[in-house]
């Protein structure tokens, strides 16, 4: 066996920096954590080259003293950890003591810093792991670190980084995320001599957003609060109607850290399922809170991923907080007409007036309170259209009347489309009542009036001072995918004669663990010891449809499942029956008909979007209409 050697310091520096910078992203994450931690209000970035021939970040933070200066550019010391029961209660985003250390044995490096108590600053110059200089200097207070010709004496790492703008928009990321993690710290990144990103610093998560994504992408998101047994979810998420192709979107910060967390992604598209279409991403900047001592910020050299003790509060977490927010908004799009300079008809959110620092922004309007919308019973009173199951009565319709407001401790929630959830989860404890959700007026469409159909697709509604347009088809789907979800005022509807079905045994079995839940949804399903399948009644609403072909489209998406009841596996079923169960387009209803669907929609904020994530309804005011016709000049 070859000798053991120790390895020298200049080699096992070089390894072990390695493992912390990456490229100069990696350099400006750490410099710039470790002003955040300073205590700094006020943080620039600068970098030439894409960061490889140069990187300054200067703030206005404690700064560091003339002693510990040289001690700051030693591997393992840092000012945040002293005992190995400092670990449990990780405050800070640096605290291992390598960032210096790393960024100092690949660079040249110059650091000044002068504390708010000392007269001198210090100066600090090294090349490699050789000190070069090392005095008091005058300067002002905080530090400022540059970084030159990253990597100069390990070409081998530096031959592995990309072009200068790929490196620079790796820059630009990190200096983002780091802006939308801490909206109260005021964030200047310089590129390449030009100044591309300056935030407020003002505390508010909506003005870091515009600063960093724009007024556009800022005015279509989502308000997020809320406390989830002691986890507390703040931020931002997008619209279902404003989601993207991708993940690339989607900011994640714990503590402060920007992270990757496959958890909290699983929980925030949990929280937009059957609000999106198939194929389609929310975007996000969710900050998730919690004790430190119930994490572990340490897996990664890079810190980038965290490790919760306690995932399934987590997720519940950020799911619930994410799905009171987007189900308490009310997002019904309002066409807005121009007849100037040919400009087409544009559509906006609604929006309310927000004041941040000495300007007025509009941002989306906050959520209701979820609770009672969320949990409160539905009338089950349910309509045929063309031939699918209706009342007798249907002019009674009309007038429906409006049910008692509810109070939140005599409600008894609906679980059943929650897989983590209990009703224990929704009792009210005292540490999760530090904020009231906002509540508004919903709006008051008693006085609908259908006033035709529009392509045998539309259905044409005037309401007050606005014309509503409601798409019936996916109206009637997203009404029938909630009431098959929910198995109430469901019936089964019995065939002439059973209907053998032909099914793989990998299909057999899968309808055969679901077929208590099909059963809920109306279908009446007999199976045998012979592996055969024959369907004796389907559901009332989809009387007239092939109950072969139901049973077979359900039986091939549960089969391609793991037997998740309760997740998207069975939700694709309910979909397909909810499709299947719905008028058509260039189907003719009567007005009665059409009447009682756009009631059904407009009296529950609910039915916005169908099953796959298509809007439902859309609006134009009056006053719209009568500034096109110009019968108003403003």
């Known amino acids: 066996m070859p000798k053991i050697n120790q390895l020298d310091k200049s080699v096992y520096e070089l390894i072990a920096a390695g493992e912390v910078i990456e490229r100069p992203s990696s350099v400006i994450k750490e410099l710039c954590e470790n002003a955040i931690d300073a205590g700094s209000r006020n943080i620039s970035v600068e970098i030439k080259r894409g960061g490889i021939a140069y990187m300054r970040v200067t703030d206005d933070g404690c700064g560091i003293s003339y002693e510990d200066m040289p001690v700051a550019f030693m591997r393992h010391a840092t000012s945040k950890v002293l005992t190995a029961n400092d670990l449990e209660n990780i405050n800070t985003l640096g605290f291992r003591g390598e960032a210096l250390a790393s960024v100092c044995a690949v660079s040249r490096i110059e650091a000044i810093s002068r504390r708010a108590v000392d007269k001198l600053g210090v ?60 909206p109260d710290i005021s964030f200047r990144f310089i590129r390449e001599g030009r100044q591309t990103l300056l935030t407020s610093g003002d505390g508010s998560f909506y003005s870091a957003i515009r600063a960093v994504f724009g007024k556009q992408f800022a005015a279509s998101m989502i308000p997020v609060e809320n406390v989830y047994r002691d986890i507390g979810v703040t931020g931002y998420v997008s619209s279902p109607l404003f989601t993207k192709s991708n993940r690339t979107m989607q900011n994640f910060f714990v503590n402060g850290r920007s992270v990757k967390s496959p958890l909290c992604t699983a929980a925030l598209e949990e929280a937009f399922k059957n609000n999106i279409m198939i194929g389609k991403f929310p975007a996000c900047v969710l900050c998730v809170n919690t004790d430190p001592a119930l994490l572990d910020a340490n897996i990664s050299p890079a810190k980038t991923e965290v490790r919760f003790s306690n995932e399934k509060t987590v997720f519940e977490a950020v799911c619930f907080s994410v799905r009171n927010a987007i189900l308490g908004y009310d997002e019904s799009r309002e066409i807005k007409l121009s007849n100037e300079d040919n400009e087409s008809s544009t559509v906006e959110i609604p929006t309310v007036k927000m004041p941040v620092g000495n300007d007025i922004y509009s941002v989306p309007k906050p959520a209701e309170n979820f609770y009672r919308k969320q949990f409160e019973e539905i009338e089950a009173v349910q309509p045929t259209l063309s031939g699918r199951i209706i009342t007798e009565n249907v002019p009674d319709l009309l007038e429906p009347e409006k049910p008692e407001p509810a109070i939140i401790h005599d409600i008894q929630p609906n679980l059943s489309g929650y897989t983590f959830l209990s009703a224990k989860s929704f009792e009210r404890r005292e540490q999760e009542t530090a904020y009231e959700p906002i509540t508004e007026d919903e709006p008051d469409y008693s006085d609908i009036r259908v006033i035709g159909e529009l392509f045998k697709t539309y259905i044409l509604c005037e309401s007050r001072d606005t014309l509503i347009l409601i798409d019936k088809h996916a109206a009637h789907e997203r009404i029938n995918f909630e009431r098959f ?8 509807q019995l065939l002439i004669e059973p209907q053998e079905v032909f099914l793989s045994a990998e299909e057999f079995e899968a309808v055969k663990c679901f077929k208590e839940q099909l059963e809920n949804t109306g279908m009446i399903i007999r199976l045998t010891d012979g592996g055969k399948a024959y369907i004796e009644g389907v559901p009332q609403s989809l009387e007239g449809c092939d109950p072969v072909d139901l049973l077979q489209s359900i039986a091939e998406i549960l089969a391609a499942g793991n037997g998740n009841a309760e997740g998207a596996l069975f939700d694709d079923a309910l979909h397909t029956m909810a499709c299947k169960a719905s008028i058509r387009a260039n189907e003719t209803q009567s007005i009665a008909e059409l009447t009682f669907l756009a009631r059904e929609v407009l009296s529950s904020k609910d039915i916005r979007y169908c099953p796959h994530g298509r809007p439902v309804m859309t609006q134009i005011s009056k006053r719209q209409i009568e500034k096109y016709f110009g019968r108003i000049q403003s």
């Open 123 to 182: 100066s600090y110059r090294s090349e490699g792991v050789n000190t070069l200089e090392y005095e008091k200097i005058g300067c002002a207070e905080g530090t400022t670190i540059i970084v030159r010709d990253l990597f100069f004496n390990t070409p081998a790492r530096l031959k592995f980084l990309k072009k200068d703008v790929t490196e620079g928009n790796y820059v630009s990321n990190v200096v983002e995320k780091l802006a939308l993690s801490h």
């Open 485 to 492: 979800k929910k198995g109430t005022d469901i019936h089964g």
